[in-house]
């Protein structure tokens, strides 16, 4: 059974930190794209960083580029989002995905097509 699990939510002032980590089961991990969604009430869900498989290649959204860093730890079947300079707006469920066949280039755009989800850790930046 795929299994992905986030942790590392919480909340945390305004230029605070935070590391997530979702843990993977169940697949192939290092044939995978792994990525985290983002989702405020009332909002779609927001693509924002993924990893490549066996080479590490990343992607990230415009919103997060130069505060996030997203990386992976095959051995593990871990990946962290380590998220420095955290704003208000970044406020919002976390959510990790994974999928075999979309490519780096497209994953943040393609929710709908992803192949797992995990159940969202909640990350709350006060101001």
């Known amino acids: 059974e795929v299994q992905l699990v986030e942790s590392g939510g919480g909340v945390v002032q305004a230029g605070g930190s935070l590391r997530l980590s979702c843990a993977a089961s169940g697949f192939s991990f290092d044939d995978y794209v792994i990525g985290w969604y983002r989702q405020v009430p009332g909002k779609e869900r927001e693509g924002i960083s993924c990893?490549?498989?066996?080479?590490?290649?990343?992607n990230y959204a415009h919103s997060v580029k130069g505060r996030f860093t997203i990386s992976r730890d095959n051995a593990k079947n871990t990946v962290y989002l380590q998220m420095n300079n955290l704003k208000p707006e970044d406020t919002a469920v976390y959510y990790c995905a994974a999928d075999k066949g979309v490519l780096v280039e497209t994953f943040l755009y393609l929710p709908n097509a992803l192949d797992a989800w995990g159940q969202g850790t909640l990350v709350t930046v006060s101001s």
């Open positions: 990893i490549s498989g066996k080479d590490s290649r990343t």
